[in-house]
């Protein structure tokens, strides 16, 4: 492949971590890992989900319980025809028969492989083609309608599990979960034991198939050794020793989530409690409050915005300056830890008074008051969010990856922090930046390639083993990095300034009222937004400033809200360079969703899907 050069150094790594860590996991397949916290945490909680009878308490098992589960399945895999090799697709919400499912596979010698929910018919179709498992597991009555196509097309799939066991089809092949546990006999767990023994660091542990912002998905192969290195160097970066506890909210076809809700506390242990919708995150954050929490972007904003709501809706005074001083004082210990500066002792005692007077009790109304690390990726987090946050005392440590490096390639963390950047590299990975502006990574998290698909797996890696992100980015004289915006998505205008839209973006959705933001200008004279309200937010807002409206349609089209966003969009552009600066606007009178087609399920935006969905809207702004 023709690749640019890369004429930058790579950013500080210890290659003796490297080795380190190898040295480490040698020899350590998952299930060897399982093992070995089964028998140091049998009898600690792992999985918590929300499947009791009344649908309000928290089922809990116990590691014993889901080592003894996982071999037990691996047997039913064995007995239903399963081969070592073979995929096995799981269709499901975040519960335990999902993580119990996916271990299963792994002790039988199968490939899982957590399939995204929302996808079409004719996209799963296309998943189960390509990638052809033997065994499809599925939550319910949904899935097996998302399944129809593929179910109808592909007689290699042996066995259908379902889940909910009132939904299992009139179908030769389909079984009830119950029953299924049920069928390994002792030879077959005799079996499992044998193809355990058989695993290598070099066989893969799953198959996630990337969202796809564009085109059809792509198939990224993970190993059993690439996956315990993403989760053992991350734990030192993180220097997270011991067990936390911690919620798995996003789908487990998002390698964050397979990393943090499945490999890490399998690894180490821990408390997972298990989200089925992501709705329910807020009153989970207060009921469970976590030790270790992990947000996409647009989570950490969402919460921003609701405390910002509430914060500006304080009517006493004295009180609403109290606690502005303490979030100043928050923000200035927070940016006085970051590499390269020191905390005086005085910011250090003013910062022990404010947050045991006030900050403490601001985190504790999230449920976020015991957490001891708290992350955000899959976006650039935008900064102005960061801040408010260590304004309340708490540190986002923000992480740069992707699914083909296994997760974080970068990270923050407590001991080499630096706000609005993604960190340094991981212990024993390497990072460079080639001559356009590329963000390169290489090392043991670094997938082979992509299933069945050489072509784009050359795309991928070049000959010496970098992979290119298709990134843009900047690393610093001291290695940490930034990202500036995706590479395809850069903008170049018809007077060939180049403008990365994400900034513009983050500085729109500033605005409580605005919920998702997206700028058009390739090839235009100018750039243009096309925006949508926050769905949570906006009502509660307008409801706030005395305005009636029955719906969000209603309230985008009310005057005093679209002159609202008027003046974000004007705030936003003081902020930015004249061929930056918003010439237009559009507020749909529609959210956006991954079900709407607009959003992935990790809530990136789809754009080429909104280019054309709102083609009309685009050439009026333009007309």
């Known amino acids: 492949m023709d690749v640019t050069p890369l004429t930058q150094e790579p950013a500080m790594t210890t290659l003796d971590d490297r080795a380190e860590i190898l040295a480490e996991i040698d020899g350590l397949t998952l299930p060897a890992a399982l093992a070995r916290t089964a028998a140091e945490h049998g009898g600690d909680p792992d999985y918590s989900d929300r499947r009791t009878a009344d649908g309000t308490g928290w089922r809990t098992s116990t590691w014993g319980d889901v080592h003894r589960r996982a071999r037990e399945l691996g047997a039913a895999y064995v007995a239903a025809g399963v081969r070592p090799g073979d995929t096995v697709a799981i269709m499901a919400s975040s519960r335990t028969e999902h993580v119990l499912a996916d271990l299963g596979a792994v002790h039988a010698g199968a490939t899982p492989m957590s399939v995204y929910a929302t996808l079409a018919p004719e996209q799963v ?9 033997v065994v499809v597991v599925l939550e319910g009555a949904d899935q097996l309608e998302r399944w129809s196509t593929a179910l109808a097309e592909r007689p290699e799939i042996l066995r259908i599990v379902v889940m909910d066991e009132g939904a299992v089809p009139d179908d030769d092949r389909a079984t009830g979960w119950a029953e299924f546990e049920a069928s390994g006999s002792p030879a077959d767990l005799a079996e499992v034991d044998r193809r355990i023994e058989g695993i290598t660091a070099d066989d893969p542990l799953t198959i996630l198939y990337t969202s796809g912002t564009t085109g059809n998905p792509k198939g990224v192969v993970l190993t059993h050794g690439g996956i315990l290195f993403e989760v053992v160097s991350s734990l030192r970066t993180g220097e997270l020793e011991g067990t936390g506890t911690s919620i798995s909210y996003l789908p487990f076809a998002h390698i964050a989530e397979r990393v943090l809700g499945m490999y890490v506390p399998q690894y180490q242990g821990g408390h997972v409690h298990l989200i089925a919708d992501p709705a329910q995150l807020a009153p989970a954050l207060a009921e469970v409050r976590p030790t270790r929490f992990f947000g996409v972007p647009r989570v950490w904003e969402k919460i921003r915005t609701g405390v910002a709501a509430k914060l500006a809706a304080e009517t006493d005074e004295a009180r609403k300056a109290g606690i502005e001083k303490a979030l100043e004082i928050g923000l200035a210990y927070v940016e006085s830890t970051q590499v390269g500066r020191t905390t005086p002792p005085e910011l250090q005692a003013q910062f022990e008074a404010m947050d045991a007077a006030v900050l403490t009790h601001l985190r504790a109304a999230l449920g976020l008051d015991r957490v001891e690390w708290a992350a955000s990726a899959a976006a650039p987090m935008p900064v102005d969010v960061a801040k408010f946050f260590a304004g309340l005392g708490l540190r986002i440590f923000d992480v740069y990856g992707m699914t083909e490096t296994t997760g974080s390639a970068t990270s923050n963390g407590p001991g080499s922090f630096r706000l609005g950047t993604v960190g340094r590299p991981l212990a024993g990975v390497e990072a460079r930046i080639a001559d356009d502006g590329e963000i390169c990574v290489r090392g043991p998290i670094t997938t082979p390639g992509y299933l069945g698909n050489p072509e ?25 990095l930034s990202v500036v915006d995706r590479k395809k998505e850069m903008i170049i205008t018809s007077s060939g300034k180049n403008i990365a839209p994400s900034n513009i973006e983050n500085y729109l959705k500033e605005s409580p009222f605005i919920g998702h933001a997206m700028v058009i200008g390739e090839g235009r004279p100018y750039v243009v937004a096309v925006l949508t309200l926050d769905g949570e937010i906006a009502p509660l ?16 089209q009310h005057p005093a809200v679209r002159a609202a966003v008027g003046q974000a969009v004007e705030a936003a552009n003081a902020r930015l360079s004249r061929p930056e600066q918003v010439k237009a606007f559009e507020l749909l009178s529609q959210e956006w969703t991954a079900e709407s087609e607009e959003l992935t399920p990790t809530l990136k935006l789809k754009r080429r899907v909104v280019v054309s969905k709102y083609a009309d809207v685009i050439d009026r702004l333009y007309g």
């Not at 797996?457 to 992979?467: H, K, R, S, V, Y």
């Not at 807002?541 to 985008?556: C, N, R």
């Open 125 to 133: 179709a296309y998943v189960a083609g390509h990638s052809t498992p």
């Open 456 to 480: 784009a797996t050359a795309e991928l890696i070049d000959a010496d083993g970098w992979i290119h992100t298709g990134d843009i980015g900047t690393l610093d004289d001291e290695g940490f």
């Open 541 to 556: 807002i307008a409801q706030k400033m005395g305005l009636e409206a029955g719906s969000l349609a209603e309230l985008a």
